[in-house]
């Protein structure tokens, strides 16, 4: 609280930042306006955050609770005309869109929105199948085509998945009702076109990029801004990283450092920057040693975990991309489980995808760098966020 006072009073003796204090949001638009990124800058979505500890209350306890599905960042589309409402996670590691809909009974169903293709005078059915298996979770459905509403902007003929079956637990305590995936065309189950494809072949973004600002905690103004890069969210410079693959928004890191050592991917390991996934994770055998070195333990939840009172000498963790240093101090990545526990939660996770070796760079590091995915030159761009 004190921080953000401080911050507030030293804003309003900035030249040209006294604007800011009137209305933030405002300013930074104008800001933008000046450069020229608001011209067909086609949505900006705020996200609800939805607390780990909310998370935790109504999960069960018995199996690892963080996953693959476990995002806290979502944000409202419409679908059809008129238009339906749906919250759905704007997910990096995925490229189909779907949503559940009055053709599913799962029990996922039964307390999410449902679309209603039948509602809809802009609908168009397919008889084509769609089955998407997530790192937990899987839905089946069938594909159609309709309009598909982002902050007043419409994508016209956008192919999308009506869930018919959202099979287990994962969907049916999700506070989201579906999933937007902002991946490569690659990888989009059944080959239908991914949202951000759309949006670009039909001219509604201005650059072939879209920026992620995922604020941290108790702050508000988390965004995904669709064909622009807001100034206001990073500071120094932005870094330009190729991808090693365009199927997810895959990178090589060189190294991962602890106190100057070495404390995995010794000889490079591959990552992906994914908005879809809470945490830091990597595969189970690489991940060993580097929780070790944290001196982590798993706690009843299935948490990697520390006493509390150790967190202020927990060491920062360096990842080494492209000749670069991403630190990540104790203050992104330990948690509170809640005010009277004395162990804290690492935001780290081991999870093995397919046999890819893959590590994810998830919520805990995209707080930390504005990341903007630039599809036009298959780039990431890094920038420390403010
Ligand atoms: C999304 O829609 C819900 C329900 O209408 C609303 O409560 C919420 O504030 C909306 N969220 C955003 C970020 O607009
Ligand atoms: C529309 O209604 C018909 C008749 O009830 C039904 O068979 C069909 O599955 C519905 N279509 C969708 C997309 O819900
Ligand atoms: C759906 O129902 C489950 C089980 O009753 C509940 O825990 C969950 O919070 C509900 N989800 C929503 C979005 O209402
Ligand atoms: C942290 O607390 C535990 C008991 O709650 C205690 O045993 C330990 O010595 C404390 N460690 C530090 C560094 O204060």
Redesign the pocket.
């Known amino acids: 609280m004190k921080v953000l006072v401080i911050l507030c009073a030293l804003a309003a003796f900035s030249e040209g930042l006294i604007r800011v204090g009137l209305d933030k949001k405002k300013s930074q638009k104008a800001l933008m306006k000046e450069y020229g990124l608001l011209d067909n800058v086609i949505a900006t979505s705020n996200y609800n955050r939805f607390t780990k500890y909310k998370g935790l209350s109504v999960q069960p306890t018995n199996e690892p609770l963080l996953n693959y599905m476990d995002a806290e960042y979502f944000g409202n589309i419409s679908i059809g005309t008129p238009p339906q409402e749906f919250t759905v996670i704007f997910d990096t590691g995925s490229s189909n869109l779907w949503v559940p809909?009055?053709?599913c009974s799962s029990p996922a169903c039964t307390n999410h929105s449902l679309f209603?293709?039948?509602q809809s005078s802009t609908?168009l059915?397919t008889n084509q199948n769609l089955a998407i298996q997530y790192g937990t979770g899987s839905m089946t459905g069938?594909l159609?085509y309709d309009v598909v509403t982002i902050t007043g902007i419409e994508v016209t003929n956008q192919e999308f998945g009506?869930s018919v079956t959202e099979p287990g637990d994962t969907f049916t305590y999700a506070p989201f009702d579906g999933i937007l995936g902002l991946a490569y065309p690659v990888i989009s189950s059944s080959g239908a076109t991914p949202v951000f494809d759309n949006m670009m072949d039909q001219g509604l973004v201005s650059e072939d990029l879209f920026s992620v600002y995922l604020s941290p905690d108790g702050k508000s103004g988390s965004e995904v801004l669709f064909g622009g890069i807001d100034t206001s969210h990073y500071t120094g410079n932005i870094n330009w990283i190729s991808l090693s693959s365009d199927t997810y928004w895959q990178i090589t890191v060189s190294s991962i450092t602890i106190n100057g050592n070495i404390a995995a991917c010794a000889d490079s390991c591959q990552a992906i920057v994914d908005t879809g996934t809470s945490f830091l994770t990597g595969p189970t055998d690489a991940l060993q040693n580097f929780l070790n070195v944290l001196g982590a333990t798993k706690d009843a939840h299935g948490y990697e975990s520390i006493m509390c009172n150790t967190t202020g000498q927990m060491p920062t963790i360096v990842f080494n991309i492209d000749g670069n240093e991403y630190p990540l101090p104790p203050s992104a990545y330990v948690f509170e489980q809640d005010p009277t526990s004395s162990t804290c939660y690492l935001g780290i996770e081991a999870m093995d995808i397919s046999s890819s070796e893959l590590w994810i760079l998830g919520d805990v590091f995209i707080r930390e760098y504005y990341s903007i995915f630039n599809r036009g030159q298959n780039m990431i761009g890094l920038a420390k966020s403010v």
């Open positions: 809909s009055s053709l209603d293709g039948n609908f059915s069938i159609g009506l």
